[in-house]
């Protein structure tokens, strides 16, 4: 069975960093793109930026300029590097892999991050 397992979550004061980690547990084939997702409380669950298998990145207006996702594909990992946060960051935040030719996507079990002011 594979997992997405995240890491890199936390609670950091406004202004600060932090890099989120998603790695598969197990083998995974056919991974297309890898996601990063957010929910606050009380809110929807909310796309933050996206990574093509080419490498095509593209981010919520909310984070662009602060926030950037990479991927390692030997790794099977993908990764959220998270500069100058906002207490408005808060939330879990979810890895997705989408795969191609209709396999089902996998999901992560969420990190929670807090951004204090």
């Known amino acids: 069975q594979v997992l997405l397992v995240e890491s890199g979550g936390g609670l950091v004061q406004a202004g600060g960093s932090l890099r989120l980690s998603c790695a598969a547990s197990?083998?995974?084939?056919?991974?297309?793109?890898m996601y990063w997702y957010r929910q606050a409380p009380g809110k929807q669950r909310e796309l933050v930026a996206v990574i093509t298998s080419g490498g095509i990145t593209n981010y919520a207006d909310s984070v662009k300029g602060r926030f950037t996702i990479s991927r390692d594909n030997a790794k099977n990992t993908v990764y959220l590097q998270m500069n100058s946060l906002k207490p408005e960051d808060t939330a879990v935040y979810y890895c997705k892999f989408s795969r191609l030719n209709g396999a089902p996507e996998y999901w992560g079990q969420g990190t929670q991050v807090t951004v204090s002011s």
């Open positions: 197990g083998s995974i084939f056919s991974i297309n793109a």
